[in-house]
């Protein structure tokens, strides 16, 4: 079944015993969450989370209810995803991307089910009224303060609309960005972008500075769950989002023309927010926020948008995140990332055979990458042609070690490399950028990143002694002992 709103994906959580209502009145600001962080720390991510009465910093309680914690487990995201198994989607890119035109004229048809496949992805524009623009603020009936906008962390700078999918345009090719930036309330219609300078959208925002032209802006929050998802993928550039939502889906997505910018918006969303950046204006404060590392990112200046309008369905329901000291829901939209993406880097790196990024190096802090090495240095090799791919650019730590390690269990990731590694001889540093967010790096973006060869090692790499085996009982015995195991009472 294809999931095409949001109330369609807490219908499809609610059928598999993953969703809890909350009827008890709980404040948006800070209650919230962390009712939600004890239960996104629950083993397998705890159960997602429907705030029925919601109680805005006024103390009245809004008559939207606050969806949280969605993605929150394995079995939500690949339901979101519309899989049994995130991998699924990985396998259907390889089979896209091993496209050999084979000989004869049966061959070649064989081809058209995945070229057909293909030609559905494109997002398709609906007439009439959509349903995300069934009622409309506009002018003084603005008031993004009527929303139940959390407060998530003592020290944050205001509100935080946190699972947004922001949406603006290339000013030169006209190529659709939708990135997942959390925006900070201001006022009843004035919100603080936080574009990071390495994402798409603080691109468009410096070419539209640069030309001297209002920057129009759309954020959208709920809608159907893959293109919720994709707001976060990291996709290069030329890549729409909603493209890539409309494979995940392997239906369209279904998009509207927004009322006041030259935009197109999801039409299933729960609510629009409508507005544009003026570069001739000031950057604003924004922040600090408690941030995915943690710990509290500080204030800094960031641009500021102009609301013009507010539009969302007739009984909407606010979908929104908390993140802060691992594991929480964000690592779960990130375990869909790299599963999903792995068939790529294996087109550039075909050595690779996994990768994995534990909730405790929040992504970009630590990655182990299993390769089949068949000569001396390609470890070394991987880590700089993963140091080159998009924001694997930021990884603070890359491990490297053999094909036959599980590089999805951390703790045998990190036995398997500790015992394989001198010290001196087979940790490398280098400069480059790290993330925004990295509060240790000895300048802003800036520092140094350290790459670890965990396989074993060729005399080439001066190893001159034997290498030995990995303890292993013997087939026999183990069939053996699987056979009188029922017996055994253990």
């Not at 204030?299 to 539009?311: E, G, I, M, Q």
């Not at 969302?312 to 375990?335: F, K, N, Q």
Request: proline share 8%; hydrophobic share 45%.
């Amino acid at each position: 079944m294809t999931l095409d709103t949001l109330s369609d994906f807490l219908s499809a959580i609610d059928a598999i015993g993953e969703l809890q209502r909350i009827r008890e009145p709980v404040k948006v600001d800070l209650e919230i969450c962390e009712i939600t962080d004890r239960v996104s720390k629950m083993p397998g991510g705890g159960k997602a989370l429907l705030f029925e009465q919601p109680v805005l910093p006024d103390g009245s309680v809004s008559s939207i209810p606050v969806a949280i914690n969605l993605f929150g487990s394995m079995k939500r995201m690949a339901l979101a995803l519309g899989v049994a198994d995130l991998n699924e989607h990985g396998e259907r890119i390889t089979k896209l991307l091993d496209l050999k035109v084979p000989e004869g004229i049966l061959g070649k048809l064989s081809l058209l089910p995945r070229l057909l496949e293909v030609a559905k992805f494109p997002p398709r524009v609906k007439g009439g009224t959509p349903a995300c623009q069934e009622v409309v603020w506009r002018g003084d009936e603005i008031d993004l303060r009527k929303l139940p906008i959390l407060t998530t962390w003592p020290q944050d700078g205001g509100p935080y609309i946190t699972l947004p999918m922001v949406i603006s345009k290339d000013p030169k090719r006209g190529i659709r960005n939708v990135g997942m930036y959390r925006v900070q309330l201001l006022g009843k219609d004035a919100v603080a972008m936080h574009w990071q300078r390495h994402k798409v959208g603080a691109a468009h925002w410096r070419e539209m500075a640069e030309r001297g032209e209002k920057m129009p802006v759309c954020i959208a929050i709920g809608g159907d769950p893959a293109s919720m998802y994709s707001a976060s993928a990291p996709l290069p550039p030329t890549v729409d989002e909603f493209i890539f939502a409309g494979f995940l889906r392997k239906a369209p997505v279904h998009l509207a023309k927004a009322l006041t910018c030259d935009l197109e918006v999801p039409a299933d969303a729960e609510f629009v927010i409508e507005g544009y950046i003026d570069p001739s204006e000031p950057l604003v404060v924004e922040g600090p926020f408690g941030d995915h590392t943690g710990y509290y990112s500080e204030a800094d200046l960031y641009p500021k948008v102009h609301v013009t309008a507010v539009t969302m369905r007739r009984d909407p329901v606010y979908a929104t995140t908390i993140v802060g000291r691992p594991p929480m829901e964000d690592y779960y939209l990130g375990h869909a990332t790299e599963r999903i993406f792995l068939p790529l880097l294996k087109l550039t790196l075909p050595e690779v055979v996994d990768y994995h990024m534990p909730a405790e190096g929040l992504f970009h802090n630590l990655v182990f990458v299993s390769i089949k090495k068949e000569f001396p240095g390609q470890a070394y090799k991987v880590m700089n042609a993963m140091w080159g791919q998009g924001l694997m650019s930021l990884a603070k730590v890359l491990v490297v070690v053999d094909h036959w390690v599980d590089v999805q269990d951390a703790a045998n990731a990190w036995w398997v490399a500790l015992n394989n590694i001198d010290p001196e001889r087979d940790v490398r540093f280098t400069m480059g950028p790290v993330d925004v967010l990295d509060h240790a790096s000895r300048a802003f973006t800036y520092g140094s990143k350290m790459g670890i060869d965990g396989t074993k090692k060729f005399p080439e790499e001066g190893f001159a002694r034997n290498w030995p085996e990995v303890i292993q009982m013997d087939a026999a015995t183990r069939a053996r002992v699987d056979e009188i195991w029922p017996r055994l009472g253990l």
